[in-house]
């Protein structure tokens, strides 16, 4: 009798453990990024043509359960849409565009005006007035193409040096100031009403440059033309920077009026061959190329640096968090390591982990802290 009850117990025990173990092993939409940060703020990734197209299934299926935001890694950039001075080449902007639409995402425009991947004819206009026209042309063709389509619109991108100071680029030089930002803006804003506009950079959590991107902003706000967002393009390290100093951007940016973006958020764990001052996609280093301790987890992520990595996103969403306020979207610069432009630059050749899913799009270490954040 004894041991019957004994064995009875002994199974209802097991049933039950059984029970709540499946009860709270989390469903697939549980286990998605952008359920979890539903309510504080949109999830993006950089999708390239191929993923627009869903030639491949396992990341078509990732993309959709975890993003809820895009944005073109290159298919919307000048040299991509505007080849010739009298053509557009919409065929990946539009697949780009259905794609987005189609899955209810939101769809980021990626980018107005920048001076790197610019058509070279455009590069070679030396008079202001036809500048003037020429970016008139372009904004209006392609803004009010995807007018009520495209969400939001990276206007510029990059307009600034190290030191905050304008960056002398064809736009700058040829328009004879910074007044090309204001026409941008003006000319999106008209273009599209509805449309978010953002000003983009990458290290803006630098004293200096920020101070740049806060002139531009309060410039534009004078002048009372619509600026809504800076993005932070968010191209860090393992280290840098410090969450403090991504909290002060925070906070300055938002003190500005208008709302802070994570843009094109990825974090090297490889060595970069200079003291990291910057993310111009124009330096290359090949005398690195072939050197190893430049490439130093060519096979495999060590546990160590997964770790690593899985802390640092910990802490970085933390602090998103804290700040949901202030913060509308938060984009990663691809959706898996094996897409990573870090992968080439700014070496070429190298192997990094930057992402929180891996080149067979299994979710990292770094992908179960950031969601687990949202279940304490
Ligand atoms: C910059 C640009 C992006 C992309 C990255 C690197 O940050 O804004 O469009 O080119 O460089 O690929």
Redesign the pocket.
């Known amino acids: 009798m004894l041991k019957k009850t004994t064995i009875f117990l002994l199974l209802t025990t097991v049933c039950i453990t059984l029970c709540n173990a499946q009860k709270k092993a989390p469903s697939t939409e549980e286990q998605s990024l952008k359920e979890n940060f539903k309510d504080d703020f949109l999830i993006g990734a950089?999708v390239n043509s191929n993923q627009c197209k869903e030639l491949n299934s396992e990341e078509s299926i990732l993309i959709k359960k975890e993003f809820n935001s895009i944005?073109p890694?290159?298919d919307l950039?000048w040299s991509n849409i505007h080849p010739r001075k009298d053509g557009f080449n919409f065929n990946l902007a539009d697949k780009y565009v259905s794609f987005g639409e189609k899955n209810n995402m939101h769809i980021v425009g990626?980018?107005l005006i920048?001076h790197?991947?610019l058509a070279s004819w455009a590069k070679r206009i030396q008079q202001k007035d036809t500048l003037k026209s020429t970016i008139a042309n372009h904004i209006n063709t392609i803004v009010k193409r995807y007018k009520g389509r495209i969400n939001t619109w990276?206007v510029v991108?990059?307009a600034l040096n190290e030191d905050g100071s304008p960056r002398e680029s064809i736009f700058y030089t040829v328009m004879g100031g910074e007044n090309y930002i204001d026409l941008a803006f003006d000319l999106a804003a008209k273009a599209d009403p509805e449309a978010t506009l953002v000003y983009?950079?990458?290290n803006v959590c630098n004293t200096q440059k920020l101070k740049g991107v806060l002139r531009i902003v309060k410039n534009l706000k004078n002048k009372d033309i619509k600026i809504d967002a800076v993005g932070i393009?968010a191209?860090w390290s393992l280290t840098e920077p410090s969450i403090e100093t991504i909290e002060k951007t925070i906070t300055s940016i938002a003190a500005s009026g208008v709302q802070v973006m994570f843009?094109?958020l990825d974090i090297t764990v490889i060595p970069s061959p200079w003291d990291l001052e910057g993310?111009?996609?124009e330096q290359n280093y090949e005398q690195y190329e072939n050197d190893s301790k430049m490439n130093p987890y060519k096979k495999r992520l060590p546990k160590k640096i997964d770790q690593k990595l899985a802390k640092r996103y910990e802490d970085i969403f933390n602090l998103f968090l804290k700040h949901k306020d202030k913060i509308s979207r938060v984009t990663f610069?691809g959706v898996n390591d094996g897409q990573s432009?870090?992968n080439n630059?700014p070496i070429k050749g190298r192997t990094n982990y930057p992402l929180l899913f891996d080149t067979k799009n299994k979710p990292k270490s770094a992908y179960y802290l950031v969601n687990a954040l949202k279940k304490k």
Do not use: F, G
Request: charged share 20%; net charge negative; hydrophobic share 35%.
């Open positions: 950089a944005t890694e290159n950039k990626h980018t920048w790197s991947q990276d991108n990059e983009n950079d990458y393009q191209h843009t094109e993310a111009a996609v610069w432009w870090l630059w």
